[in-house]
C-alpha cells in the first residue's frame, strides 16, 4: 500500500513539473531533461530575467557568479534545512544537500514548490542505510570530518597516486589499442581509470569496475530526484550494496589494518569515537563523488578537444597544456551543473529580498558562463587566461575537496591519451547521461586508427 501511495505521488508530481515546464518555466524545463544535448542556451534565457530567476518547481535560479560565489562563501545559506533555529518559514522548506533537487520529485528532496506537496526533510537518500555521511552532518562535524579525509588529498599523497594513475591509463589504453584502436573513451578509459584509482586508495581490493560505474549511474541519477517507484528501488538496492561493501571493508580494516584511507580514518585521533556509520557513509561518498564526476570531466573534455582538431593537436604537440584543457573544460562544461543551497537567514540577494528558507539552485554551468567574468564565454579556448575562475568545484566550506585528486587524474587522463593516440578521432554517435545535474556522457565512440 505504501509503495502505491508512493508510485502515485511521483506521478502526480512529476505532472506537476510537466505543466509548470509548459507553461514556460525554464527550471522545470530543465528538470525534466528537455535540454540534455546543449543547456548553456537555456541558462542565457535565465540569466535574461535577471541575476536571480523565480522558479515554479519552489527554487530561485542564480545565473551571475558574483551572487554564486557570495552565497557560497558567506554562512548565509546552508546546504540543508537548520530547523528549528531557522526560523518560521524553514520548517516547510525543503531539505537539500548534494542528494536533493529542485526536480526531486520523489518528495524526499526539495519537492516541487508552489501549488506541490511540501518536502518531506532528507535527501534523495533519504532513509537509506550509510547516509550518515558528512554532506549532511551538521557545521561543526562536517568541519572535523574535512580535517579527517583532507590528509589523503595533500599535494604529496597526490604525487604519490600520480605514478599508479599513470600506470592505469597506461594499461588501458593498450587494451584499447590491442583491441584495433576503435574503443569508447567513456566505458574503455574515462570510467575505469578513476573508478580503480579511488577504489585502491579506499582500499577495496576485488574491484568490480562495471558494477561501480552502475552505482555511479544510479546515485547520479538520483541527484536530480527520484522520478519512479523503480528508479526508488534500484536506488535502494545500491545503497544496501554499497553499504554492504563498505560494512564488510570496514570490519576487515579494523582487524587488519593497512595503508589505505578507510584504515587512516580508523587510525584517526577521533578515530575511537567514530560511529561506524559514519565512516562507512563518508567511504560510500567518496567512491561515488570519486569517480562519477571525474569520468565525465575527461569525457566531456576529450568531446570538445574532438570537435575542434586544432585544440586537440595543440595537446598532442605540447601534452603539459593537459592542466589547461582541465581548467578550461571545468569552466566550459562542468560535470556538477549546479548546487542547491537554503537560505538560514534573511538578506538581499543582487537587489531581491531573500526570506528565510529561501531554496537557492546555484547554476555552476551559467556562472563559469558569465560574461562579466569570462570574455567571450561560449568559447572553448584553452589558451584562455583566467579559466580557473570557475564554480565547477564550488568555493566556500564545501570546496571539493577531491579537487586535486580529479586535476591530476584529468591531467594524466589527457596527457596519455594525446601521447598515445594522437590520431584520435570520432567513430560514431555519442550518448548522454540522463541527468540535469550532473553533465557527462554514457558513450563516447572513437578510433585511434587514421
Ligand atoms: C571533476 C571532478 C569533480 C568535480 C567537478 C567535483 C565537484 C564537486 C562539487 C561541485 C562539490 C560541492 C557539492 C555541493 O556542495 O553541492 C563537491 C564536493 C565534494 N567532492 Fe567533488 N568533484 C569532483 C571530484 C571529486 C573527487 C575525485 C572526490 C574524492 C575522491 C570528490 C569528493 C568530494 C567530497 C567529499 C565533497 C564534499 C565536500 C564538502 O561538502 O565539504 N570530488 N565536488
Same mark, same amino acid.
Given at each position: ?98 542528494? *536533493? ?64 594513475? &599513470? @600506470? ?72 544496501? &550494496? ?21 584504515? @587512516? ?26 569517480? @562519477? ?13 574532438? *570537435?575542434?582538431? *586544432?585544440?586537440? &593537436? ?20 562542468? /560535470? ?16 531581491? /529580498? ?49 579537487? /586535486?585528486?580529479?586535476?591530476? @587524474? ?23 547521461? /540522463? ?16
Amino acid at each position: 500500500m505504501a509503495e502505491l501511495r508512493r508510485a502515485a505521488r511521483l506521478q502526480y508530481k512529476r505532472a506537476v513539473l510537466w505543466t509548470h515546464a509548459r507553461r514556460g518555466d525554464l527550471v522545470c524545463r530543465l528538470m525534466l531533461h528537455e535540454h540534455l544535448d546543449d543547456p548553456y542556451p537555456l541558462y542565457e534565457h535565465i540569466r535574461a530575467h535577471g541575476p536571480v530567476y523565480r522558479s515554479r518547481a519552489g527554487v530561485q535560479a542564480v545565473t551571475a557568479h558574483e551572487l554564486c560565489s557570495q552565497v557560497l562563501r558567506g554562512s548565509a545559506f546552508a546546504r540543508r534545512n537548520e530547523e528549528p533555529a531557522a526560523g518560521p518559514g524553514a520548517r516547510t522548506a525543503p531539505a537539500a544537500s548534494q542528494t *536533493s533537487a529542485p526536480g526531486d520529485v520523489d518528495g524526499s528532496g526539495t519537492g516541487t514548490g508552489e501549488g506541490t506537496a511540501p518536502a518531506e526533510g532528507g535527501g534523495a537518500a533519504g532513509d537509506e542505510p550509510g547516509d550518515t555521511s558528512f554532506l549532511e552532518a551538521e557545521v561543526a562535524d562536517h568541519m572535523r570530518w574535512r580535517r579527517l579525509v583532507a590528509p589523503a588529498f595533500r599535494p604529496r599523497k597526490i604525487a604519490e597516486y600520480r605514478k599508479r594513475t &599513470e @600506470e592505469v591509463a597506461h594499461r588501458l589504453i593498450d587494451t584499447a589499442l590491442a583491441r584495433g584502436g576503435t574503443f569508447d573513451v567513456v566505458t574503455d578509459f574515462a570510467s575505469p581509470l578513476p573508478i580503480t584509482v579511488i577504489s585502491e586508495l579506499l582500499g577495496i581490493t576485488d574491484v568490480d569496475v562495471d558494477r561501480f560505474a552502475y552505482y555511479g549511474l544510479v546515485t547520479g541519477r538520483a541527484i536530480d530526484g527520484i522520478r519512479s517507484a523503480r528508479q526508488a528501488a534500484e536506488f535502494r538496492a545500491a545503497a544496501r &550494496e554499497l553499504n554492504a561493501m563498505f560494512t564488510n571493508l570496514v570490519g576487515k580494516r579494523r582487524g587488519e589494518p593497512g595503508e589505505d584511507l578507510v584504515s @587512516e580514518l580508523l587510525r584517526s585521533q577521533d578515530g575511537d569515537q567514530l560511529p561506524e556509520q559514519e565512516i562507512i557513509g563518508t567511504c560510500q561518498l567518496l567512491l561515488t563523488a570519486g569517480f @562519477e564526476t571525474t569520468t565525465n570531466l575527461v569525457s566531456n573534455a576529450v568531446l570538445r578537444l574532438l *570537435s575542434d582538431r *586544432s585544440q586537440w &593537436e595543440a595537446l598532442v604537440g605540447d601534452p603539459g597544456l593537459a592542466p589547461a584543457v582541465a581548467e578550461e573544460s571545468l569552466r566550459f562544461d562542468p /560535470p556538477v551543473q549546479y548546487s542547491i543551497r537554503v537560505a538560514r537567514e534573511a538578506l538581499t540577494l543582487g537587489d531581491r /529580498p531573500v526570506p528565510v528558507g529561501t531554496v537557492l539552485m546555484l547554476v555552476l554551468g551559467a556562472a563559469n558562463r558569465d560574461p562579466v567574468i569570462f570574455p567571450d564565454p561560449h568559447r572553448f579556448d584553452i589558451s584562455r587566461s583566467g579559466a580557473g575562475q570557475h564554480l565547477a568545484f564550488l568555493s566556500g566550506a564545501h570546496y571539493c575537496v577531491g579537487a /586535486p585528486l580529479a586535476r591530476m @587524474e584529468t591531467d594524466v587522463a589527457l596527457s596519455v591519451l594525446a601521447e598515445r593516440a594522437p590520431e584520435l578521432h570520432r567513430a560514431g554517435p555519442l550518448r548522454r547521461r /540522463p541527468t540535469a545535474a550532473l553533465r557527462g556522457l554514457l558513450s563516447l565512440p572513437v578510433s585511434a586508427r587514421r
